[in-house]
């Protein structure tokens, strides 16, 4: 059964860093293009960093030199390496793989980054 999982969210001031884990079951992660997205309060849903199965990795403007994609491929996990948090960065991460047209989505990770 395929299955991502978040986790890693949390309260951090403004300039601080967090570690989202994205936890993979019923694939192998690094066969397949996993995406991060999020959605603030009260804004819409969008895509924030993918990194694609032969290794590249792709990044929202906004995050580019803050954000950074790792691949764990022995504990089949997807890390998103969050640092110099801005407020404007609060929102439930999620990731997201297609697999056979099929998106699996997991249940999010707040992060919430306030003084």
């Known amino acids: 059964q395929v299955q991502v999982v978040e986790s890693g969210g949390g309260l951090v001031a403004p300039g601080g860093s967090l570690r989202l884990s994205c936890a993979a079951s019923?694939?192998?992660?690094?066969?397949?293009?996993i995406h991060w997205y999020r959605q603030g309060p009260g804004r819409e849903r969008e895509w924030v960093a993918d990194?694609?199965?032969?290794?590249?990795?792709y990044y929202l403007d906004s995050v580019k030199g803050r954000f950074s994609l790792s691949v764990d491929k022995g504990k089949n996990t997807v890390y998103l390496q969050m640092h110099s948090l801005k407020p404007e960065d609060t929102a439930v991460y999620y990731c997201?793989?297609?697999?056979?047209?099929?998106?699996?989505w997991g249940q999010g990770t707040q992060v919430t980054v306030s003084s």
């Open positions: 997201n793989v297609n697999i056979h047209s099929r998106d699996y």
């Open positions: 990194v694609v199965s032969a290794g590249n990795k």
């Open positions: 019923g694939f192998t992660i690094s066969n397949y293009a």
